[in-house]
């Protein structure tokens, strides 16, 4: 059964600083997602990422992967206070049935204070 | 504009009434999917639909029904809401029938429900 989980599953970080969210997941896949979700709001696209060392950056977040070890991380550079929001990483899951599916992380809750 | 639509936003129920939940999106997505947010449990999975007449159970299917007789439309039936169903639930759509693998998912505003 694939498990996803990230640490930490809450971080409060000063504006300016940098910080990285850890995703770790537990079977062979070569692809990974990270999702954005504001408070009371729905969850958008940030990055896929879709091979062994791939990398990919936007604005003060860049993410990675590292198959071999199973793990991903979206780094933060340089916080401000808009980046406050969940964080979730998804893996995909081949099923019995022959279809994908993705499997989230609990989400990492990050605030950015002034 | 590109959307996934759930309808009501927010929900008030009692436990046994039956209610439905509506998914639609305008972009010609085969594949749809509906998940349940719980808190430190993140996003698991109820349903999913790889086209038409398609649907098979996700994570969680253990008291919702779901139909996809169109392609836009996703409908959540609940037949007998019960407290433990209470939740936020989110519809999500995607471009082909082999996503998530492929295309990342749009997902809907959200519908928070709760059972009493």
């Known amino acids: 059964e694939l498990k996803v989980e990230q640490n930490p599953l809450f971080l409060s970080m000063q504006e300016g600083k940098n910080y990285t969210i850890y995703c770790n997941y537990s079977?062979?896949?070569?692809?990974l997602y990270w999702y954005r979700q504001d408070p009371g709001k729905s969850l958008e696209s940030l990055f896929v990422?879709?091979?062994?060392?791939a990398v990919k950056q936007e604005g003060r977040l860049m993410a990675s992967l590292d198959t071999k070890a199973r793990l991903s991380t979206l780094h933060i550079t340089a916080a401000v206070h808009d980046l406050s929001a969940t964080y979730f990483c998804a893996q995909t899951l081949l099923t019995r049935g022959s279809s994908y599916k993705l499997i989230f992380g609990s989400g990492t809750r990050l605030l950015v204070r002034p | 504009e590109a959307q996934v639509t759930q309808n009501p936003r927010y929900l008030i129920t009692v436990t046994g009434k039956k209610l439905t939940v509506t998914c639609s999106q305008n972009?010609?997505?085969?594949?749809m999917s509906w998940y349940r947010q719980d808190p430190g449990l993140g996003l698991r999975q109820i349903y999913y639909s790889m086209n038409v007449e398609v649907t098979d159970k996700g994570d969680v299917p253990e008291g919702y029904k779901v139909s996809r007789k169109e392609k836009r439309n996703f409908p959540l039936i609940l037949e007998s809401p019960s407290p433990n169903q209470t939740s936020l639930y989110f519809c999500?759509?995607?471009?082909?029938?082999?996503?998530?693998?492929?295309?990342?998912?749009?997902f809907g505003n959200g519908t928070r429900l709760t059972v009493t």
């Open positions: 999500a759509s995607s471009l082909s029938r082999d996503s998530p693998y492929n295309s990342p998912l749009h």
């Open positions: 990422l879709l091979s062994n060392g």
């Open positions: 079977t062979t896949s070569d692809r």
């Open positions: 972009m010609n997505h085969e594949y």
